[in-house]
């Protein structure tokens, strides 16, 4: 009878329907809007303080620098361009002053610094994020949160005091994901005294260099004490340590360690984005050379041949490295609380099918916002069951390490501002919210960032007036 096969066809069409239903309502739910403010992102987590809300506060645009005459002022012009890696040919990308890594920016500490940058001919857009230094917000450089990207033919300018003397990086915050890895990233110090030695790593086009060169030697006197400040401005984390000396970790992310005794046979870690400064006495009449993960990639030091030991199997360990000391507030006193779980699940990302990361359960941009007032203790936990290894970065503030799953720091208190978190590694960090802005909380593998590993902490009674997409195109991952 016909009416069968007419009613196969209606189970059928039913059948898919409610198959297809879900998963296209996921999709949907999945598409990130092309104009999104960050006030309206996700949900606000207030950490067990007073709900306050935001919406009519002050803008993070006003949160500006000083002015004045300044002290350092560096002109910087972007452009989209093929550039020489040193022995190691030529490769399409970008480009600050003709050059890759763009200029080094050295100031002292109490310097006001003014960057202006001028976009050439880089097609998305640029800004400059100041990668460890607790600026004002407004001078922060994340397209569509503290600015809108500039554009060809457009300029901005950055003011800041140099407050902490230390080793930082600066590098493009507008699809950062593509144009830092193709080259729009520099190196900034911070320094009382003479500048040492700069190694920052970097990899284009699978060359792995070291300050934009291939390899890298430097001349000290016997017996002087060498500085060496390593910059890991790459996706993923990798180890360094000393051949044919015994050192010293000084500092990490521009904080110094306290009382460091010497290392050997042990290595160092350093994560994306993080920076790591060695003190190293040279022996006489030798050479030193500096690991840098492995491979070809080192930093010779002194004439003649250089060791070439492989990489120790051991690793300082910075939760008990140094000395105890103060570190000038009481995290046990928090009055915010925060869980930062980071996960993996099936599901839609922008309209994509995959894997996508979550935070605390939710995939962007559906993620928590960590609300805070200005003077707020703040005790976050991070755990992470991903499956994958995040240097999580926050900008504005360092934070210090409590534990690491649930084993207490006893060495130099540890501030970070890229902190590594293995798969199924837990850490308890706390910070005193000091800096009043709309701050970016991200995994510094930028990929991952472009994924969705993102959120923000905000503070109350500031807005911002930019858009994530609109008329600019901010794209900050």
């Given at each position: 009878?016909?009416?069968?096969?007419?009613?196969?066809?209606?189970?059928?069409?039913?059948?898919?329907?409610?198959?297809?239903?879900?998963?296209?309502?996921?999709?949907?739910?999945?598409?990130?809007?092309?104009?999104?403010?960050?006030?309206?992102?996700?949900?606000?987590?207030?950490?067990?303080?007073?709900?306050?809300?935001?919406?009519?506060?002050?803008?993070?645009?006003?949160?500006?620098?000083?002015?004045?005459?300044?002290?350092?002022?560096?002109?910087?012009?972007?452009?989209?361009?093929?550039?020489?890696?040193?022995?190691?040919?030529?490769?399409?990308?970008?480009?600050?002053?003709?050059?890759?890594?763009?200029?080094?920016?050295?100031?002292?500490?109490?310097?006001?610094?003014?960057?202006?940058?001028?976009?050439?001919?880089?097609?998305?857009?640029?800004?400059?994020?100041?990668?460890?230094?607790?600026?004002?917000?407004?001078?922060?450089?994340?397209?569509?949160?503290?600015?809108?990207?500039?554009?060809?033919?457009?300029?901005?300018v950055y003011r800041f005091v140099a407050e902490d003397v230390?080793?930082?990086?600066?590098?493009?915050?507008?699809?950062?994901?593509?144009?830092?890895?193709?080259?729009?990233?520099?190196?900034?110090?911070?320094?009382?005294?003479?500048?040492?030695?700069?190694?920052?790593?970097?990899?284009?086009?699978?060359?792995?260099?070291?300050?934009?060169?291939?390899?890298?030697?430097?001349?000290?006197?016997?017996?002087?004490?060498?500085?060496?400040?390593?910059?890991?401005?790459?996706?993923?984390?990798?180890?360094?340590?000393?051949?044919?000396?015994?050192?010293?970790?000084?500092?990490?992310?521009?904080?110094?360690?306290?009382?460091?005794?010497?290392?050997?046979?042990?290595?160092?870690?350093?994560?994306?984005?993080?920076?790591?400064?060695?003190?190293?006495?040279?022996?006489?009449?030798?050479?030193?050379?500096?690991?840098?993960?492995?491979?070809?990639?080192?930093?010779?030091?002194?004439?003649?041949?250089?060791?070439?030991?492989?990489?120790?199997?051991?690793?300082?360990?910075?939760?008990?490295?140094?000395?105890?000391?103060?570190?000038?507030?009481?995290?046990?006193?928090?009055?915010?609380?925060?869980?930062?779980?980071?996960?993996?699940?099936?599901?839609?990302?922008?309209?994509?099918?995959?894997?996508?990361?979550?935070?605390?359960?939710?995939?962007?941009?559906?993620?928590?916002?960590?609300?805070?007032?200005?003077?707020?203790?703040?005790?976050?936990?991070?755990?992470?069951?991903?499956?994958?290894?995040?240097?999580?970065?926050?900008?504005?503030?360092?934070?210090?390490?409590?534990?690491?799953?649930?084993?207490?720091?006893?060495?130099?208190?540890?501030?970070?501002?890229?902190?590594?978190?293995?798969?199924?590694?837990?850490?308890?960090?706390?910070?005193?919210?000091?800096?009043?802005?709309?701050?970016?909380?991200?995994?510094?593998?930028?990929?991952?960032?472009?994924?969705?590993?993102?959120?923000?902490?905000?503070?109350?009674?500031?807005?911002?007036?930019?858009?994530?997409?609109?008329?600019?195109?901010?794209?900050?991952?």
């Amino acid at each position: 009878m016909a009416w069968r096969p007419r009613r196969r066809t209606v189970i059928a069409v039913a059948a898919t329907i409610v198959v297809l239903a879900p998963i296209a309502w996921f999709w949907q739910r999945s598409l990130v809007p092309g104009d999104l403010s960050p006030m309206e992102m996700g949900y606000a987590d207030y950490g067990g303080g007073p709900a306050t809300h935001a919406h009519h506060g002050q803008d993070v645009s006003t949160l500006k620098g000083p002015s004045g005459t300044p002290d350092v002022a560096v002109e910087l012009v972007a452009r989209k361009e093929r550039f020489e890696i040193p022995g190691r040919g030529s490769t399409d990308g970008y480009t600050l002053n003709h050059t890759s890594p763009g200029p080094e920016i050295v100031a002292r500490q109490g310097d006001l610094i003014q960057v202006t940058l001028h976009n050439e001919s880089v097609p998305d857009g640029i800004t400059v994020h100041w990668h460890g230094v607790d600026v004002p917000a407004a001078e922060d450089g994340v397209a569509g949160v503290t600015q809108d990207a500039v554009l060809r033919g457009q300029s901005h300018v950055y003011r800041f005091v140099a407050e902490d003397v230390g080793t930082y990086w600066y590098h493009s915050h507008q699809a950062s994901h593509d144009q830092v890895k193709k080259g729009l990233w520099g190196v900034l110090i911070v320094e009382p005294t003479a500048v040492d030695v700069v190694a920052a790593v970097h990899t284009y086009d699978k060359v792995r260099t070291v300050n934009g060169g291939y390899g890298e030697r430097r001349v000290a006197a016997p017996g002087s004490t060498v500085r060496v400040r390593l910059i890991n401005t790459d996706n993923g984390p990798w180890a360094a340590w000393v051949d044919g000396a015994p050192y010293k970790v000084v500092a990490v992310d521009g904080t110094e360690i306290n009382a460091p005794p010497p290392v050997e046979g042990r290595s160092v870690l350093v994560t994306a984005g993080g920076r790591v400064d060695l003190q190293v006495t040279m022996p006489p009449g030798s050479v030193i050379r500096i690991g840098l993960g492995g491979g070809p990639t080192s930093l010779v030091i002194g004439d003649g041949d250089a060791p070439a030991g492989a990489e120790p199997r051991d690793r300082v360990d910075l939760l008990s490295y140094g000395q105890p000391g103060d570190l000038g507030f009481d995290p046990d006193r928090a009055t915010r609380v925060f869980r930062y779980d980071i996960g993996r699940r099936p599901g839609f990302f922008d309209g994509r099918p995959g894997l996508w990361w979550t935070i605390n359960g939710h995939q962007f941009p559906d993620v928590p916002m960590f609300m805070v007032s200005e003077g707020d203790i703040v005790r976050m936990t991070v755990r992470n069951t991903s499956g994958q290894v995040h240097p999580m970065h926050l900008h504005g503030h360092h934070v210090a390490v409590l534990s690491r799953d649930g084993v207490a720091a006893t060495g130099s208190p540890w501030w970070t501002d890229s902190l590594n978190v293995e798969n199924d590694e837990t850490y308890e960090i706390a910070f005193v919210a000091d800096n009043p802005g709309i701050w970016m909380d991200h995994c510094h593998n930028l990929p991952h960032a472009a994924q969705g590993l993102v959120t923000h902490l905000m503070y109350t009674g500031v807005t911002s007036k930019f858009h994530l997409g609109g008329p600019a195109g901010n794209q900050p991952e």
